[in-house]
């Protein structure tokens, strides 16, 4: 299915599209591609994270994001994030994980070598790509210089280390003043499990119910007043059951595809939307 919006043209550059949640559904992934590649002239795709897990097939998923090169972009998603830990035996694998063909493949090393250079965030056409959200308190600049910390310790040396005090949820505020593993634990609860928040930024990882679930003193992390990001159009996926949301300053790509949605795509030149149904790979719970 195509949406069409009013179209901006951006001479001689090539249509770049941002992908929503994968979750290891690679059939999914290759019809989205076949319609994409139907449109005219050249493509450039981004994945707003967590390209594996929960889904049926994860490690063809992750071979065919790798395999795309140059032409594709990923932002790490929690889930991207768990394999990493889990394959460093940091965490153990949970009841619902789809992660055993990627540990046991004969390319594992290399499949997470690609991972853990993955950034955290990308900055295109003035469009703000993560995974799951971006702090009120954070301006567009700042929020790319953060995500640049992580993404310079997941490509350390050090990396493992860093993985063993990666997961918690304090502190759940930010300060400029946070150093360390606090320091880069917030920003990354920030970039990849973020949902609500209350007004003064203070982050949530309890609620997962849709934007009109919030608890009193909870807000969507984008309708927090003042959030600074306002003028940079920020797309993420994550939140399955907040849906396709699509404004002037937010795209929110997440629509279930290992749910029994669908997988979208949306062509940010124009606004166009590229969807493909998806059968049900898990069940909500």
């Known amino acids: 299915m195509k949406i069409r919006h009013q179209p901006v043209f951006l001479a001689n550059m090539p249509d770049t599209y941002v992908i929503g949640d994968l979750q290891g559904c690679h059939q999914q992934l290759q019809d989205l591609i076949h319609q994409i590649d139907a449109e005219p002239g050249e493509h450039r795709l981004i994945f707003a994270g967590d390209l594996i897990n929960r889904g049926p097939q994860s490690l063809q998923t992750l071979r065919a994001v790798m395999a795309l090169g140059e032409r594709a972009q990923a932002v790490l998603g929690n889930h991207d994030l768990h394999l990493l830990a889990v394959s460093q035996g940091i965490r153990p694998l949970h009841g619902s994980d789809t992660l055993h063909d990627i540990l046991d493949a004969p390319d594992r090393n290399e499949l997470i070598d690609w991972l853990r250079r993955r950034p955290l965030a990308i900055l295109e056409q003035g469009h703000l790509v993560v995974h799951a959200g971006v702090l009120p308190q954070w301006d567009t600049a700042q929020a790319m210089a953060l995500a640049a910390e992580v993404q310079d310790m997941l490509r350390s040396d050090g990396w493992v280390g860093f993985l063993t ?21 917030c920003i990354i609860n920030a970039f990849t499990r973020l949902r609500f928040c209350q007004a003064d930024g203070t982050m949530d990882f309890k609620v997962k119910e849709g934007a009109a679930g919030a608890p009193a003193g909870l807000m969507p992390w984008f309708d927090v007043p003042g959030r600074r990001t306002a003028d940079t159009t920020v797309i993420f996926g994550h939140w399955s059951t907040l849906g396709l949301v699509l404004r002037p300053d937010l795209m929110a790509l997440d629509t279930g595809c290992v749910w029994g949605g669908k997988l979208t795509a949306v062509r940010l030149s124009d606004r166009a939307l590229f969807q493909v149904d998806c059968p049900q790979a898990q069940k909500p719970g």
Do not use: E
């Open 165 to 185: 005090h990666m997961y918690g949820n304090t502190p759940d505020r930010w300060h400029d003043t946070l150093r360390g593993a606090d320091r880069l634990r």
